[in-house]
T-cell receptor, first 114, second 109 residues
Framework: ETGVTQSPTHLIKTRGQQVTLRCSSQ?????VSWYQQALGQGPQFIFQ???????GRGNFPPRFSGLQFPNYSSELNVNALELDDSALYLC?????????????FGPGTRLTVT | KNEVEQSPQNLTAQEGEFITINCSYS?????LHWLQQHPGGGIVSLFM???GKKKHGRLIATINIQEKHSSLHITASHPRDSAVYIC???????????FGTGTRLTIIP
C-alpha cells in the first residue's frame, strides 16, 4: 500500500453534471499530480499542485480544475461533464524536487459519464 | 510521435521465460520510471532510474542515457507477473510523468 487514498472508488454521472474527486496524499508529501487514464491508454497528465499552488498543467480544458489544501490533500473538479471524460482518474503524491522523486499512486476513481 | 514509446504492446509467454520490455524516449529526462498496473487500476512504482541498472528480486531495469532507451527484464516469469507494465519519464524541475501506452504481459502456467 502506498498510503495514498482516493474517493470515491467508482462514480456514475450524467453529461453536463459536475464532479469532485478527492485524494489524500502520503504523509510528508507536498506535491500531488492528477492523471486521466482512458481505457487501453496510458495516463495523461492533468495538472500538479505544489504547496497549494498549481505547478504545471497538461492539455486539458479549464473545466478541469483543482485544489490542494494545507494538509496537502487535493481535489479534482470537472464541470460540464462530457462522455469522453469517462476514465480512471489517478492521483500521485511525491516530494517536490527536480523530477527525481518517486511518485506514489492512489487506487484511482473510475468515472463513468452517461 | 509520442515522447515515450514502448514495445511490445502485448506479450504472452510461458511461465519461467525471461521477459524483456523496451522503452525509448525522445527528449532528455531527469529520471525514467517503470510502473506496474494490475486490473482494477492501481499503479505501483517498480523502479526509478537515471543511469545504469537497478535490481529488485526477479526484476531488473536498465537505462542507456546516450541512446535514450530503457529495458525492464523479468527473470523466471510467473503468472502473478501478469499485468500492464508502463514506462514513464520525468523532466527536470517538476514531478510530472509522461507515460508510454504500456505493455500488457500475460504469463501462462
Amino acid at each position: 500500500e502506498t498510503g495514498v487514498t482516493q474517493s470515491p472508488t467508482h462514480l456514475i454521472k450524467t453529461r453536463g453534471q459536475q464532479v469532485t474527486l478527492r485524494c489524500s496524499s502520503q504523509s510528508g508529501h507536498n506535491t500531488v499530480s492528477w492523471y486521466q487514464q482512458a481505457l487501453g491508454q496510458g495516463p495523461q497528465f492533468i495538472f500538479q499542485y505544489y504547496r497549494e499552488e498549481e505547478n504545471g498543467r497538461g492539455n486539458f480544458p479549464p473545466r478541469f480544475s483543482g485544489l490542494q489544501f494545507p494538509n496537502y490533500s487535493s481535489e479534482l473538479n470537472v464541470n460540464a461533464l462530457e462522455l469522453d471524460d469517462s476514465a480512471l482518474y489517478l492521483c500521485a503524491s511525491s516530494l517536490a524536487g527536480q523530477g527525481k522523486h518517486e511518485q506514489y499512486f492512489g487506487p484511482g476513481t473510475r468515472l463513468t459519464v452517461t | 510521435k509520442n515522447e515515450v514509446e514502448q514495445s511490445p504492446q502485448n506479450l504472452t509467454a510461458q511461465e519461467g521465460e525471461f521477459i524483456t520490455i523496451n522503452c525509448s524516449y525522445s527528449v532528455g529526462i531527469s529520471a525514467l520510471h517503470w510502473l506496474q498496473q494490475h486490473p482494477g487500476g492501481g499503479i505501483v512504482s517498480l523502479f526509478m532510474l537515471s543511469s545504469g541498472k537497478k535490481k529488485h528480486g526477479r526484476l531488473i531495469a536498465t537505462i542507456n542515457i546516450q541512446e535514450k532507451h530503457s529495458s525492464l527484464h523479468i527473470t523466471a516469469s510467473h503468472p502473478r507477473d501478469s499485468a500492464v507494465y508502463i514506462c514513464a519519464k520525468s523532466n527536470f524541475g517538476n514531478e510530472k510523468l509522461t507515460f508510454g501506452t504500456g505493455t500488457r504481459l500475460t504469463i501462462i502456467p
